[in-house]
C-alpha cells in the first residue's frame, strides 16, 4: 500500500501549552498542490484550491502543521476550515493557532475545555525599520531605552512576538482587534513573561501566561489565556 510522505518538519516540540509543530512549506505551487492533496481532507483541499497561490502556500501549511499536531494528540479531527473570525474551526475541548513565517508554518495544539492558545514565529534577522514605538507602551519602551541596539531589536521582536501569540489567544473571548497598546510583556530568562492587560473595552479578567524560545535562528512564543 501507498503511504504519503510525511511533511518536511521544521521542529517538533512539548511545550508548556501544548504540541507544536512546524513544517517547511515549498515554494512551488505544484508541490503545495501534492501536499495538500497527500496530507488534507478533501473539504480543506477544496478551500485551498479557491486560495490564491501565495496565500495558498501558507495555508496549505498551516493546516498541514495542524494536522501533524492533532495527530501527535491522537485526535482525528474532522475537516478544519476558517470559523467567523478565520481561526481553525474546531470541536468543542480542543484549542489551536496557527503561524507562518516566509517558509515555516507552525500549529499548537492542546485540549482545553476553557482556555484558548496562541502561538507565534518569528525570523531572528536584520530588521529594515525599527517597529518599537508601533508595538511597545510606554513602560515597555523606557524599560529597555538604555539598551544596547542589538539587545533592544532582540527584546522588540521577542515582545512583539508574544503581543501576537497573546492576541490569538484572546480572540475567542473578546472577538475584535485587541491593540498592542492594550497589553504589556515583560519576557524572563526563565523563558515565560510578566504579562499586564489593559483592554480598551473592559474585558475579563483574564489569566494570560506566555512562554518563550529562541532556536534556529527563530522566535517561538505561545500565550494561554483563561477567564478568571
Not at 89 to 114: C, D, F, M, N, Q
Not at 185 to 212: H, K, N, Q, S, Y
Request: neutral net charge.
Amino acid at each position: 500500500m501507498h503511504r504519503p510522505m510525511p511533511p518536511d518538519l521544521a521542529f517538533d516540540v512539548q511545550l508548556k501549552h501544548g504540541t507544536c509543530i512546524g513544517v517547511r512549506v515549498p515554494a512551488d505551487d505544484e508541490a503545495v498542490h501534492r501536499l495538500a492533496r497527500t496530507l488534507l481532507r478533501p473539504e480543506e483541499v477544496a478551500y485551498a484550491d479557491a486560495l490564491t497561490p501565495i496565500v495558498r502556500r501558507s495555508w496549505v501549511g498551516g493546516r498541514v502543521a495542524l494536522r501533524q499536531a492533532l495527530a501527535r494528540l491522537g485526535i482525528d479531527a474532522p475537516p478544519v476550515l476558517p470559523n467567523d473570525r478565520k481561526a481553525p474551526g474546531l470541536p468543542a475541548g480542543i484549542a489551536a493557532s496557527i503561524t507562518h513565517k516566509e517558509g515555516v508554518a507552525a500549529a499548537l495544539v492542546a485540549r482545553e475545555p476553557v482556555a484558548q492558545v496562541g502561538v507565534d514565529l518569528e525570523l531572528v534577522v536584520p530588521r529594515t525599520y525599527d517597529i518599537a514605538r508601533r508595538v511597545l507602551t510606554a513602560d515597555e519602551l523606557a524599560e529597555i531605552a538604555s539598551w544596547s541596539d542589538a539587545d533592544r531589536d532582540q527584546e522588540v521582536l521577542l515582545r512583539f512576538s508574544a503581543k501576537e501569540a497573546i492576541y490569538k489567544a484572546l480572540d475567542p473571548f473578546v472577538r475584535r482587534f485587541v491593540g498592542f497598546q492594550e497589553v504589556s510583556v515583560r519576557p524572563r530568562p526563565d523563558g515565560g513573561a510578566t504579562v499586564r492587560a489593559a483592554l480598551a473595552r473592559g474585558e475579563g479578567p483574564f489569566t494570560i501566561d506566555v512562554t518563550w524560545r529562541r532556536f534556529d535562528g527563530v522566535v517561538l512564543t505561545t500565550a494561554r489565556v483563561q477567564p478568571d
